[in-house]
């Protein structure tokens, strides 16, 4: 099936004129989208905060990796595998550190992040260590990433929109509330962490797939800091805020190639700047809605409309009293 979709992919690219360069932006847009899916059900709607998600990355990508080198299973299975792995994993650690309070579970989150990478750095038999893990089957085209990115939004959208989503955003808003109208709090917020590793893992495994080269380096703390950037920009309690914000802070780095250097400083910034301004990010507590979006078109236009028949008739009367002045 995979070979198939690779066909597809490959004749569908060339028949738009699709090079390889804007592919590999596409595929990136993707993943980033996948991932900060998850991290905007545990934060947007949980407001649960974790610098742990680059650490499932990672468990899915390596999962993935070794089972498709090492024992020939299909691309297919082993993201499935990878997901499942590293839900697995956030659900034993959530039944650990979700019921600390404050900023101690994300404390314990970043430590977990940073505890995984140095295990695969120091696992060099399985792993490969810091020289990284090579030989990955290329099997995530384009295509079949959109189509991973579509069946991750619509679960994503149903789970969100469900009782068990209500009951998220109940917690969210006031947990003492919600435990007071019979809402298991500390259930309810493990299977928000779980579901957000599941969807790390996801990506993590795409990732490997797309550049068949993996190291630990690749998902250290600056890639859960960017998780959390964008799920941020894009707008917390938005899943269409996220994706968005995903695609915004994967394109602008291709657009702005010579300031990648300076891209940590960039997010920084655009976060301060989307605090002061509009904390709630591009899409705060909202989704898209063509029929906002044709009003805001309409309001827009029809002010633009009348700011320049108000500037050509004040034109008109400045030249009317000029003549009468002659």
């Known amino acids: 099936m995979l070979e198939f979709l690779n066909d597809i992919n490959a004749q ?14 596409i595929v990136m847009v993707c993943i980033n989208v996948i991932a900060v899916l998850g991290m905007s059900i545990l934060t947007g709607f949980t407001r649960l905060f974790s610098f742990g998600n680059a650490g499932f990355m990672s468990i ?3 999962t993935a990796a070794i089972l498709t080198v090492e024992f020939n299973v299909n691309f297919l299975i082993a993201i499935v595998l990878g997901a499942f792995f590293a839900g697995l994993i956030a659900y034993l650690l959530g039944s650990i550190t979700l019921r600390l309070k404050g900023d101690y579970f994300l404390i314990t989150c970043l430590g977990f992040g940073e505890c995984v990478r140095v295990l695969f750095n120091y696992t060099k038999d399985i792993t490969g260590g810091s020289a990284g893990y090579p030989g990955i089957p290329n099997y995530s085209n384009m295509l079949f990433c959109v189509v991973c990115v579509v069946l991750a939004f619509f679960l994503a959208w149903r789970l969100i929109h469900s009782k ?12 003492l509330a919600a435990e007071a109208v019979g809402v298991d709090a500390f ?11 599941i969807y790390a893992g996801w990506a ?16 250290n703390l600056a890639k859960s800091c960017e998780l959390i950037t964008t799920t941020v920009i894009g707008g917390l309690g938005s ?4 994706v968005l914000g995903a695609v915004i802070v994967t394109v ?56 320049f028949r108000n500037f050509g008739r004040k034109k008109v009367t400045e030249a009317g009293e000029e003549e009468s002045n002659k």
């Open 239 to 242: 899943l269409t805020g996220s």
């Open 12 to 25: 569908f690219c060339g028949f738009l004129g699709i090079n390889s360069y804007m592919q590999g932006v």
């Open 252 to 307: 602008l780095p291709e657009i702005f190639r010579s300031l990648s250097n300076y891209r940590m400083l960039i997010y920084s910034f655009a976060v301060i700047v989307i605090i002061m301004f509009k904390p709630s990010g591009l899409y705060g507590y909202r989704e898209f809605s063509i029929k906002r979006f044709c009003r805001g078109v309409k309001k827009y236009f029809f002010l633009a409309v009348n700011f």
């Open 187 to 197: 259930r309810f917020k493990r299977m928000s962490f779980t579901v957000s590793a």
């Open 204 to 219: 993590g495994a795409l990732y490997a797939g797309y550049l068949m080269y993996i190291v630990p380096s690749s998902f």
């Open 164 to 175: 068990y989503g209500r009951n998220l955003t109940a917690i969210r808003e006031n947990e």
């Open 60 to 62: 899915g990508a390596y």
